[in-house]
Nanobody
Framework: VQLQASGGGLVQPGESLRLSCATSGFTSDLYAIGWYRQAPGKGREEVSCIVSSDGSTYYADSVKGRFTVSRDNAKNTAYLQMNSLKPEDTAVYYC???????????WGQGTLVTVSS
């Protein structure tokens, strides 16, 4: 399974971005797609995930109400809609895929999101 994240960029506080995670390979039996981020000088943080079977979602408290995760199975692509962006959202964002609960097995390269005025 390969993952390709895209959609990062430079935005001002309060603006929006949509990240995409295109997947390829044996994607039909993936358990979940997750989004992580790593800010400069900080550890990696799980931001959100979406379970393939029932569409259930998880959000970190820091993004709840502002970010929305979704998945288009026909396109084998997951999305992270990020609204009301804050400077503290600045990070490299990664998507990952899990075959089973509790562990991500595949990782994409990151896409940089910078929120600054």
């Amino acid at each position: 399974v390969q993952l390709q994240a895209s959609g990062g960029g430079l935005v001002q506080p309060g603006e929006s971005l949509r990240l995409s995670c295109a997947t390829s390979g044996f994607t039909s039996d993936l358990y979940a797609i997750g989004w992580y981020r790593q800010a400069p000088g900080k550890g990696r943080e799980e931001v959100s995930c979406i379970v393939s079977s029932d569409g259930s979602t998880y959000y970190a408290d820091s993004v709840k109400g502002r970010f929305t995760v979704s998945r288009d199975n026909a396109k084998n692509t997951a999305y992270l809609q990020m609204n009301s962006l804050k400077p503290e959202d600045t990070a490299v964002y990664y998507c990952a895929a899990a075959k089973n609960p509790g562990k991500y097995d595949y990782w994409g390269q990151g896409t940089l999101v910078t929120v600054s005025s």
